[in-house]
C-alpha cells in the first residue's frame, strides 16, 4: 500500500520556524517528482514548492520564496521543507505529494499520490 505520511506541523508564532516531513512508503518515490500543496479554510489547495527526482529543480510559489525550503532525501524516501520567517497568511493544512514523472509541476492535477494533511497555524 502506498502511503505518503506528513508530520511536523503545529502552532507557531509569526515569525517562528517549522520542518514538515513526508515520510512515503510502499514503492520507492525516488525517480519521481514531489511537492507540496497547502489549503487554507474557505480557499482552494495551492502549490507551495516543489523538486525533481533529484532535487537538482525546484520551484516555489512567490509567495514563500526565500523563506521556504524543499528538500529530499531519496534514501530514507523522504521529502521535507523547511519553514521560517512564518507569517499569520501561512495557515493551512499542508499536503505532500507525490507525481509520476521526473519533472515537477504546480499544477495539483499533475500528482498522483497524496497524503492526509499537517495543520501548520501561525498566531499573530
Known amino acids: 500500500q502506498v502511503k505518503l505520511v506528513e508530520s511536523g506541523g503545529g502552532l507557531v508564532q509569526a515569525g517562528g520556524s517549522l520542518r514538515l516531513v513526508c515520510a512515503a512508503s510502499?514503492?520507492?518515490?525516488?525517480?519521481?517528482?514531489m511537492g507540496w500543496f497547502r489549503q487554507a479554510p474557505g480557499k482552494e489547495r495551492e502549490f507551495v514548492a516543489a523538486?525533481?527526482?533529484?532535487?537538482?529543480?525546484?520551484g516555489y510559489a512567490d509567495s514563500v520564496k526565500g523563506r521556504f525550503t524543499i528538500s529530499r532525501d531519496n534514501a530514507k524516501n523522504t521529502l521535507y521543507l523547511q519553514m521560517i520567517s512564518l507569517k499569520p497568511e501561512d495557515t493551512a493544512v499542508y499536503y505532500c505529494?507525490?507525481?509520476?514523472?521526473?519533472?515537477?509541476?504546480?499544477?495539483?492535477?499533475?500528482?498522483?499520490?497524496w497524503g492526509q494533511g499537517t495543520q501548520v497555524t501561525v498566531s499573530s
Open positions: 523538486l525533481s527526482w533529484s532535487g537538482g529543480s525546484t
Open positions: 510502499g514503492r520507492t518515490f525516488s525517480n519521481v517528482a
Open positions: 505529494a507525490a507525481s509520476s514523472t521526473t519533472s515537477y509541476s504546480r499544477k495539483y492535477a499533475d500528482y498522483d499520490y
